[in-house]
């Protein structure tokens, strides 16, 4: 199957420094990526939709100026979290779609975020 | 993209067959219905996925009625290493794959 690589997988950071999470497809080429925010015990929340070559689709309530995404190329997606603070600290999860089988997603690991 | 609703969590022993049932009342017509699994500080892991009827691969099973207003995740013979959480997810090819995360269900299989 489709893999996708996060990087790093964990990251430690201290508040109000930037923090980028790259996303990549390693065996196909994803047009569309998404990103996903996860907190302890809670499920998944959509953060954005990321289009190769266009500006990312925020979902309502995620500020687009402090979550920095860029997708460049059609397998890399990256996320720049902003003047981290305390509160930021989560899970963040990628997934990428492969073409033809548009409607399959694959997830990436994720990348646990420390904002101290 | 229609709500989902499930079960927060499931008691099991292994060997047992495990079934999670999925309710999504306001499905539309376009929309089929994927089932994920993830363990602790990992992504989601694609289980299955289905439109109608029965699905079956290496490791579930999907029934889906006729009315289509809910689903079941069937896992056979569960082990220990089935303990996680079991995502229902419903979907669209004309959202642009857009996945809305539903609360999930927690299983927990015990020896």
Redesign the interface.
């Known amino acids: 199957g489709a893999v996708?690589s996060?990087h790093p997988s964990w990251v430690i950071c201290k508040s109000g420094t930037s923090v980028k999470i790259e996303c990549r497809s390693l065996d196909f080429q994803a047009t569309?990526m998404?990103w996903?925010r996860q907190f302890p015990k809670q499920?998944?929340?959509?953060m954005a939709?990321s289009n190769e070559g266009s500006k990312a689709t925020y979902e309502q309530g995620v500020e687009k100026d402090k979550f920095l995404i860029n997708h460049a190329s059609l397998t890399l997606s990256t996320l720049t979290v902003t003047s981290a603070h305390p509160e930021d600290s989560s899970?963040y999860?990628c997934?990428a779609?492969d073409p033809p089988s548009?409607?399959?997603?694959?997830?990436?690991?994720?990348t646990?975020l420390t904002v101290t | 993209l229609a709500k989902t609703t499930q079960p927060i969590s499931m008691d099991s022993y292994e060997g047992q067959e495990v079934n999670i049932t999925c309710s999504h009342n306001n499905i539309a017509t376009n929309d089929?219905i994927t089932w994920?699994q993830q363990f602790p500080?990992?992504?989601?892991?694609?289980i299955i996925?289905g439109y109608k009827t029965k699905v079956t691969n290496e490791v579930a099973s999907l029934f889906i009625p006729a009315d289509r207003k809910s689903s079941t995740l069937s896992l056979p013979r569960v082990s220990l290493s089935d303990t996680a959480v079991y995502?229902c997810l419903s979907?669209s090819?004309n959202q642009?794959?857009?996945?809305?995360?539903?609360?999930?269900t927690e299983l927990s299989v015990k020896p």
Do not use: A, N
């Not at chain 1, 548009?102 to 994720?110: A, I, M, R, S, T």
């Open positions: 996708v996060q569309t998404f996903y499920s998944l929340m959509l939709t899970f999860i997934s779609r548009d409607y399959e997603q694959y997830f990436g690991p994720g646990r | 089929y994920y500080s990992q992504g989601p892991r694609f996925q995502y979907s090819y642009g794959g857009k996945l809305i995360f539903g609360q999930g």
